[in-house]
């Protein structure tokens, strides 16, 4: 059963100011994609809710250059930013030229580009 039209409203109201931060069950998180609107917030052991909706510790998930949600990760701070040089590339870019806009480095000896 539904709850109550009141309640909904009440409960859509503590989701939407963030004074209710459920703890994910299922991975997911915050609003956007597979998070769906439910604002979960990540757990400890994966603190990092992914531009994507989704609880990781990985660079993918907590690099703030690649959309981390800091608002839903366990703890702002769970966000980092790229060290430029030294982090991995987690999305094909690397350097700071052309389509580098982050510093990341290129996985094993894979060589940067010039564009
Ligand atoms: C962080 O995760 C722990 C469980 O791993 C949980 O008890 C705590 O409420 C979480 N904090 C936030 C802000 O979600």
């Known amino acids: 059963m539904l709850p109550q039209p009141s309640l909904r409203l009440g409960l859509a109201t503590i989701l ?20 769906a609107n439910k604002g979960y917030t990540c757990f400890k052991e994966k603190a990092c809710c992914s531009s994507s909706g989704y609880c ?3 660079d993918a998930y907590c690099l703030s250059s690649a959309g981390c949600q800091g608002s839903y990760s366990n703890a702002t701070s769970a966000c980092r930013a ?34």
């Not at 939407?16 to 998070?35: E, F, Q, R």
């Not at 290129?106 to 060589?111: H, I, L, S």
Request: net charge negative.
């Open 56 to 58: 990781g510790a990985e």
């Open 82 to 115: 790229p060290v430029p040089g030294t982090t991995i590339s987690v999305d094909g870019t690397c350097g700071t030229v052309e389509a580098g806009k982050f510093g990341y480095k290129c996985p094993g000896t894979d060589c940067c580009s010039a564009a």
């Open 16 to 35: 939407a100011t963030g004074a209710l931060a459920a703890v994910s069950p299922d991975g997911t998180c915050g609003m956007v994609k597979g998070g």
